[in-house]
C-alpha cells in the first residue's frame, strides 16, 4: 500500500511540475520573433525561462511513479513469477544432462550384441 500512496504522489508531483514548467514556458512564447535552434520556438522559450531542468525532473518523477504503482499493484504476481522460475531453474541445474538413458546403446553399439574392442 505504501507503494502505491508514493507511486501516486511522485506521479502527481510529476505532472504538477511539468506543467508548471510548460506553462512558464508558453507564457512567453509569443514574445520570441527567431530562435536558433532547430528544435523549435519552444525549446528556445524552455532555455529562456530556465524550465529544461525542472521539466526533465518532472518526466523523472513521473516514470518513477508510474514504476513504484506497477510494482505496487503487482508484487505478489511477480514474487509468484520469480519463485516459478527460481524453482524451474533449480531444477534444470540438478538435472544431468551428460547422463546415459537406460536401454540407449553407446557408441554406435546395437545393444542385442556385445561390443568387439
Known amino acids: 500500500m505504501k507503494k502505491l500512496l508514493a507511486g501516486t504522489a511522485l506521479l502527481a508531483a510529476g505532472i504538477g511540475l511539468y506543467l508548471t514548467a510548460y506553462v512558464q514556458a508558453s507564457r512567453i512564447l ?3 520573433g527567431q ?3 532547430a528544435k523549435g520556438r519552444l525549446w528556445v522559450a524552455y532555455r529562456e525561462v530556465g524550465a529544461v531542468a525542472p521539466s526533465r525532473f518532472g518526466i523523472l518523477l513521473c516514470v518513477v511513479g508510474i514504476a513504484l504503482l506497477l510494482w505496487g499493484t503487482f508484487e505478489q504476481e511477480l514474487a509468484a513469477l520469480w519463485r516459478t522460475s527460481a ?3 533449480k ?3 540438478n538435472q544431468e ?3 546415459e538413458t537406460p536401454g540407449k546403446p553407446i557408441d554406435g553399439e546395437r545393444g542385442d550384441e556385445p561390443s568387439r574392442l
Open 35 to 37: 530562435w536558433p535552434t
Open 97 to 99: 544432462p551428460w547422463a
Open 87 to 89: 524453482a524451474k531453474i
Open 30 to 32: 509569443p514574445q520570441i
Open 91 to 93: 531444477e534444470n541445474l
